[in-house]
């Protein structure tokens, strides 16, 4: 009697978890249904742009005043996500208006753009003098292995010759 494993495909929407899985010889797939994914994404995509601006807040005004805008800044950051995300809808259909990405669907342009937007919250984050320069450096070095784990999956799947 044979013993066969299933193989369960576990889908992620980052390189670096699908790398991740398949070194450790699980089969992974791209994939936008990860909850955890789409959970810490959302958590990352606000935390750092308010931790930018409260480090900015806690140096020029007291204790009390900070407490206040810090609890502000957390409604100002879901309305400058709001706008953020309409601009980019905006240059999108201008981009695509104007012939440029059109064989890329919008929703991957607006993770570039929202992805460069927060690169920029975290690189200022990582020059400042406070224990927050830690979370951008930690972003930063996210960054680079999941694009390094995008670039070790390219290039494994045309060596297969995908």
Known sequence: MTNTKSKITVGFYFS???????????????????FFETCLGSVVVLL???FFLVDLAMNHVGRWVAFGTGVALLF??????????????????VLHGLGFFRGVTERHLQDILVGLIITFFASELS????????????WLIILAMNLAATLSLALKDTRRGR
């Open 16 to 34: 670096l978890p699908r790398l991740l899985s398949k070194v450790t010889g699980r089969d992974s797939d791209f994939s936008e249904g990860s």
């Open 127 to 138: 020059i400042l003098n406070s224990w927050v320069r830690w979370i951008g450096i930690l």
């Open 76 to 93: 100002a950051i879901w309305i400058f996500w709001l706008v953020v995300l309409y601009l980019n809808w905006v240059i999108i259909q």
């Open 48 to 50: 750092i742009p308010y």
